[in-house]
């Protein structure tokens, strides 16, 4: 099958970017931005984005933007849902009513959200091990940045690492995907999920510039201001604890050098001064909201399961979550939201390739709510 027909879940950067990106090359594109037609009343009007970067400039025509979102998935057989991993189970609530028989659902980044999207499909009857091609990529498909209502700058067209859920899909997924995306092939969900570098480089960070930031109000560059040589000594604990969670569960380790080189980009981002897109960054509320609950708890959490020692993951949920005032463990991605409590890391192989359930598949916990930081939106 001819991939044709995509649909684009997200109005943030790395939404409006890919649509730019995928409809710049000739692919039919639809736009899910926002349940809230007053939001993305800007980008109806424009009909499309403007780019600049390393992808070109100008204005690029979106076929179709909109807060529908049976309208949004109407005949589409490619689906990327490009939302932080805090909004990928509502984005599949909303979806899995409208999707269409055979067609391909992508998590980016997919922080291994898969193994929970996985189960909202099956309650709404779809099969994802024969009929939804269901799969993740480590990352966004290319950097971006909103630098206006409808302009976007787009940097790093990149390839992640791709993997299906189940495995045993790996080869199906990839054949329908060459040509549309830039990929690299990985054994499982459990391969992306883990090795999203955000989860490294930003909750210990924010941690330990806590007050820096309170200071500043959130305009502080983590990467220019923020990368001190105590600070990459925590980055490089916790990545040692991500590796030693990869080696349990049989999977290739990979520091977070060798995934920023993986990337086309370089450890320099973080170990030297300087700013990747060329401005001052800011502080985004999900580098603690996201990569903290979906990140670093799940580190936690399986290695609980796993029995790997992670106390510099357990030290930044507990501190975190005290700063914040939010349990980050009961509200986040854990062994029993991803459906693996009680397994052995050789059950979770298996569940992993065949898409069969574990022996304690647990529903998913509701959202609970928690003070947020006085910091600019992401």
């Known amino acids: 099958m001819a991939i044709s027909r995509i649909a684009v879940l997200g109005g943030g950067p790395g939404g409006i970017g890919a649509a730019a990106e995928l409809s710049g090359r000739g692919y039919d594109v639809s736009l899910f931005a926002s349940?809230?037609?007053a939001k993305i009343a800007h980008l109806v009007e424009a009909g499309g984005v403007t780019i600049e970067g390393d992808l070109g400039s100008g204005f690029v025509r979106l076929g179709k933007i909109t807060s529908n979102m049976e309208e949004t998935l109407s005949d589409r057989q490619l689906v990327m849902c490009l939302v932080p991993a805090n909004a990928q189970r509502q984005m599949a609530e909303l979806a899995a009513p409208h999707l269409a028989p055979?067609?391909?659902?992508?998590?980016?980044?997919?922080?291994?959200?898969?193994?929970?999207?996985?189960?909202?499909?099956?309650?709404?009857g779809r099969d994802v091990v024969e009929d939804i091609l269901l799969g993740e990529l480590l990352t966004l498909p290319q950097s971006a940045r909103m630098i206006g209502p409808t302009e976007v700058r787009l940097k790093l067209p990149w390839a992640p690492r791709l993997a299906a859920f189940p495995s045993k899909n790996n080869g199906r997924l990839q054949e329908a995907l060459s040509g549309v995306l830039r990929f690299k092939p990985s054994p499982n969900v459990l391969d992306t999920g883990l090795n999203n570098v955000n989860f490294l480089i930003h909750p210990g960070p924010m941690l330990l510039n806590y007050a820096a930031v309170e200071r500043a109000n959130g305009e502080l560059s983590l990467m220019n201001e923020g990368m001190t040589v105590g600070v990459l000594r925590c980055i490089d604990a916790l990545d040692g604890e991500k590796m030693d969670l990869c080696a349990a569960l049989r999977l290739t380790p990979a520091s977070i050098d060798e995934l920023y080189i993986e990337l086309g980009s370089s450890p320099a981002?973080?170990?030297?001064?300087?700013?990747?897109?060329?401005?001052?960054?800011r502080i985004w509320d999900r580098y603690i909201y996201e990569d903290t609950p979906f990140g670093t708890v799940m580190f936690s959490s399986l290695g609980k399961l796993l029995g790997v020692p992670t106390p510099v993951?357990?030290?930044?949920?507990?501190?975190?979550?005290?700063l914040?005032?939010?349990d980050f463990g009961s509200v986040g991605r854990t062994s029993a939201t991803l459906g693996l409590e009680g397994m052995t890391a050789e059950e979770i192989g298996d569940f992993l390739e065949h898409g069969q359930s574990g022996p304690a598949r647990s529903g998913q916990p509701d959202r609970a709510g928690g003070r947020r930081m006085a910091l600019p939106p992401g």
Do not use: C, Q, W
């Open 35 to 37: 349940r809230d037609p």
């Open 313 to 322: 993951s357990d030290a930044i949920n507990t501190l975190l979550g005290m």
């Open 324 to 326: 914040e005032r939010v």
């Open 269 to 281: 981002v973080y170990r030297e001064k300087g700013e990747p897109f060329g401005m001052r960054d």
């Open 102 to 124: 055979e067609s391909i659902f992508i998590l980016a980044p997919g922080s291994a959200g898969s193994l929970e999207v996985f189960r909202i499909f099956e309650r709404h």
